[in-house]
């Protein structure tokens, strides 16, 4: 009489040849999420410059035309809008 968990009847029909077939379908699996995130990375990169040459303009022209008197209030809108959207971002991450 045997004491224990019963045998897995998988394990005595697998092969090595498919153990390496496992194997290199989960390497190009982590190579296809690799190039993924990679590219997800990069836009969020060309998203970032955008918006910080877009507020760089926005100030330059404030600045350009004499009219910084109301540049104090347009930074503040731009800061309570990446806080408003760092905090969202939070929030739904959890």
Known sequence: MRVGPAPNPILDKITSDQIGTV??????????????????????????????????????????YDKSEHLEGVIGVIIGAFGGYGFGSRKSAE
């Open 23 to 64: 194997i290199k379908n989960k390497g190009d699996e982590d190579k296809r999420r690799h190039e993924r995130l990679k590219g997800r990375e990069i836009t969020l990169r060309l998203a970032i410059a955008a918006v910080c040459l877009f507020v760089i303009g926005l100030c330059w022209l404030f600045l350009k």
